[in-house]
């Protein structure tokens, strides 16, 4: 009986060890590579690179002037959102409906926030905490790493990677794409 409670333990610390980084403090060097570069570089970041280069926005993310922070969705879900919006998991046609009504840049942009943010600064550990977007709404953090768009919908998203640092920022790997108000 101890022995198995003994494992049953050390399999609960491995596992909470494995789970603790998404959420621990990062490295606040800079990276050597720009958010762009990272990225590229991530295949589960194939439609935000889309995303970005049809809006125009590689460049912003590759500069190496401003610091910002980006809460970076996956191909995930992308395909998630596409689905709620009757495009079943094209992607393709869901970046064209943006692009046609004029809100690619406003979903990009709402993913967005100035400065270098950490993950001890986007999610305070006891109160939720509102973020400024470059798009100029807020989303708001809660305790638990969810990420609270203005939407009311079901595209609220949870901090899955944190603290990926760039030469030009930090990206947070998401895992849904925020809504703003006027999707």
Do not use: C, W
Request: aromatic share 4%; net charge negative; no cysteine.
């Amino acid at each position: 009986m101890r022995r198995i409670t003994a494992l049953m333990v050390g399999a609960v610390m491995a596992i909470g060890l494995a789970a603790a980084p998404a959420l621990a403090k990062g490295p606040k060097a800079p990276g050597d590579v720009s958010i762009y570069d990272i990225v590229s570089s991530n295949e589960d970041f194939s439609t935000l690179k889309f995303a970005l280069d049809t809006a125009g926005l590689d460049a912003a993310v590759m500069s190496e002037g401003v610091q910002m922070t980006v809460f970076a969705p996956t191909n995930a879900a992308f395909e998630k959102v596409a689905m709620e919006l009757g495009f079943g998991t094209d992607v393709i046609a869901l970046a064209t409906y943006l692009v046609e009504n004029e809100l690619l840049d406003d979903v990009l942009l709402y993913h967005v926030t100035d400065g270098r943010r950490f993950a001890n600064s986007v999610v305070n550990k006891n109160n939720m905490k509102s973020i400024g977007t470059l798009l100029g709404a807020s989303v708001t953090s809660t305790p638990g790493g969810m990420i609270v768009d203005a939407a009311p919908s079901t595209s609220n998203a949870t901090i899955v990677g944190a603290n990926i640092s760039a030469s030009n920022g930090v990206v947070h790997i998401i895992d849904n794409v925020l809504v703003p108000l006027n999707i």
